[in-house]
């Protein structure tokens, strides 16, 4: 498999492109996606109408963490690799760890803060329609393991096989429409969560490092938050973090 991102990562458009020897798998059995498009809107209605959104959006050098992820794939067989996605979802997790007004739900009229960091990924399903089903304790998984579920959570949610609890359970949200071509996405908050991240596409842009300037892979990356829980101070100490750790990819 080649990869098609900075330094030749592997991406998930790589990874979906690969013709499968395995027949898709049928959807199950009364499963409507109807039904669940509905559910989708009428929860983001809800989002709309119920909660302050605010947003806020860092540009982010992230050459660190790509050519970090194009030393491990050079050693792995394809099945193996990482991509880019995995160490946006583990930085986002040990960010909301560190900044917990973002980390958790806001029911019966007031925030009620998690003591666990369940990252919700949002994944196409392809009768239409997204969900974002979580990736539990995502803060104590090594990457790794991260990327493990990433793959199995996209497998299942694409053959309709995802759980309730899945659904159910995303302390924060990471959504991401990179890999389509936006540069930046202000996503709406999945009711009762507080907070969802939402990634760009990855384009090389001139950057100042050490006082040159240099080609770099720049990501931006945005944060909408709801504004009776934190306030753009806080939110700002968010994305600032997340940047930091991506910075450092090795710490991941």
């Not at 049928?26 to 009428?42: C, E, H, K, L, N």
């Not at 990327?147 to 159910?168: K, Y």
Request: proline share 7%; charged share 25%.
């Amino acid at each position: 498999m080649r990869g098609t991102g900075p330094g030749g990562a592997v991406l998930l458009a790589d990874v979906e492109a690969v013709p499968s020897a395995q027949p898709a798998a049928p959807r199950p059995a009364g499963f409507d996606f109807s039904q669940m498009r509905a559910a989708i809107a009428a929860a983001m209605s809800r989002s709309k109408r119920e909660i302050p959104h605010y947003y806020l959006t860092d540009t982010i050098d992230i050459q660190p963490a790509a050519d970090r992820v194009a030393r491990i794939n050079a050693e792995r067989a394809p099945e193996a690799r990482l991509l880019l996605g995995a160490l946006f979802v583990k930085a986002t997790a040990l960010a909301a760890r560190s900044y917990p007004e973002f980390n958790g739900r806001y029911e019966d009229g007031g925030f009620r803060q998690s003591p666990a960091v369940h990252v919700g990924v949002a994944i196409a399903i392809r009768g239409g329609g997204l969900v974002a089903p979580a990736i539990h304790d995502t803060d104590t998984l090594p990457l790794d393991a991260v990327m493990a579920r990433l793959r199995d959570l996209t497998a299942r949610v694409r053959a309709g096989r995802f759980r309730g609890s899945e659904l159910a359970d995303p302390t924060i949200t990471v959504s991401s429409l990179g890999e389509r071509g936006v540069e930046a996405l202000y996503a709406v908050i999945y009711p009762p969560q507080v907070a969802i991240i939402g990634m760009g596409k990855v384009v090389e842009r001139p950057w100042v490092v050490g006082g040159e300037i240099r080609a770099r892979s720049i990501l931006k990356a945005t944060l909408s938050a709801d504004h009776r829980v934190s306030d753009g101070h806080k939110g700002a100490l968010l994305l600032r973090e997340i940047d930091a750790l991506l910075q450092k990819p090795e710490a991941l």
